[in-house]
């Protein structure tokens, strides 16, 4: 089939699983062309069956505005024409299932009313923080009702779907997933001694996000704060967003500042996963948590919020630890358990690497995907 695929390029989960699943489908047989302003996140090295289209939204000094959905909707509609595509996948309702739905309507208008099928994608903050949004619902609703296909990457999304928005849409639920291939444990003993310092006492706890306010970095300082007066351990934050800043500035104001390693956007987590000891993820929103699956998939116990879809990823107590979002001593009590209790930490730790291997992995998820686009 030939796909496009449209997605944000910034780092975040919805433009990663957009682009692994165009590069799984590109090893399958399909041809896949993405959509999107840059060339995504984590695409990697060339792959035959990929293509990348940009869009670009000129500016013009009356608009004070960029039309980013006229000039996306327009690229979709070259893209659709020059490479005959049968499916257009729009990954965010906001507002790319806009754009597909637009699109659609003028290719149909131009071909005797035949046009490429439309899946959107819903990720989370599409319905949950922005698409629900009294500036966009009525839209996004309507886009969302008028794909062919709709998919949410949790149970807990397509609830809020319909509740929220009172999408009418028959909305199937197909899980995120990893290339499972990538996604494992590597032996990092250097790694692992710049960070330590070869103290081998010392423990790295880890948090990885695009710091929204939605991840709630204060909780993450709070947390470790709490986990470091009762174990030697060093706070690894990887990642970039608005909320960065507060994590420095909050290290300060708690003085442990010498225990934080902040090292940015990174496109390879694995060998920083590798070395963790335990994964903080405190959302106060998650509507699966794409940056837990990816530590569990590295053998690193979890303790996050029990909020969306994230008790559809982790199992209190068997694949992680969830807590209140609003909680820390909590999580701080499952993650220093983790961290003082070796064979809770390795059976923690080989049950959540399991339930990766048996649930979220490419091969049985991608197939999903394209039942979709063949129905
Ligand atoms: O979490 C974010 O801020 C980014 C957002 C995105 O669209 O990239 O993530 C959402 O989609 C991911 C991929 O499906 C999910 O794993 C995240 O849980 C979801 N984030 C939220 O619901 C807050």
Not at 237 to 250: F, I, N
Not at 258 to 285: K, N, R, T, Y
Request: aromatic fraction near 6%.
């Amino acid at each position: 089939m030939n796909i496009g695929i449209v997605c944000y390029a910034s780092v975040g989960g919805s433009g990663i699983v957009a682009t692994e699943l165009g590069k799984a489908l590109a090893r399958r047989g399909h041809e896949v062309h993405f959509i999107s302003t840059e060339t995504p996140y984590r695409l990697g090295e060339f792959q035959a069956g990929l293509a990348f289209h940009q869009v670009l939204t000129p500016t013009y000094p009356l608009f004070r505005e960029p039309q980013y959905l006229l000039s996306l909707s327009n690229r979709i509609v070259q893209v659709a024409r020059e490479f005959r595509l049968d499916i257009i996948h729009a990954h965010y309702a906001v507002p790319h299932a806009t754009a597909a739905f637009l699109s659609r309507q003028v290719l149909a208008s131009t071909n005797g009313g035949s046009a490429p099928r439309v899946v959107t994608t819903l990720h989370g903050t599409d319905i949950t923080l922005v698409g629900n949004d009294p500036s966009y619902s009525q839209i996004v609703a309507f886009s969302i009702d008028q794909s062919d296909r709709v998919t949410a990457v949790s149970e807990s999304l397509r609830e809020s779907t319909y509740s929220e928005l009172k999408v009418r849409s028959n909305i199937v639920v197909i899980p995120n997933f990893l290339d499972c291939s990538i996604h494992r444990r590597l032996d990092v003993p250097e790694l692992r001694q710049r960070f330590t310092g070869g103290d081998s006492s010392v423990k790295i706890v880890t948090h990885v996000s695009n710091f929204r306010p939605v991840k709630r970095i204060e909780a993450v300082l709070q947390i470790f704060d709490r986990i470091r007066r009762a174990v030697p351990a060093r706070l690894l934050l990887v990642g970039d967003g608005p909320e960065l800043g507060k994590a420095s500035r909050l290290g300060r104001e708690l003085g442990i500042t010498h225990l934080l390693d902040i090292v940015g956007a990174q496109e390879e987590v694995v060998p920083l996963l590798s070395m963790s000891d335990v994964f903080l993820l405190p959302s106060a929103q998650e509507s699966f948590g794409l940056a837990a699956l990816e530590a569990m998939a590295c053998e690193v116990p979890v303790v996050a919020s029990r909020v969306g879809g994230l008790p559809e990823v982790i199992e209190h107590g068997v694949t992680g630890f969830l807590h209140p979002h609003d909680a820390p001593d909590e999580m701080a009590a499952s993650a220093i358990a983790l961290l003082t209790a070796p064979e809770l930490h390795r059976t923690v730790a080989a049950a959540a690497c399991l339930r990766v291997r048996v649930h979220f992995c490419a091969d049985r998820v991608v197939p999903m995907y394209e039942e979709c686009y063949r129905s």
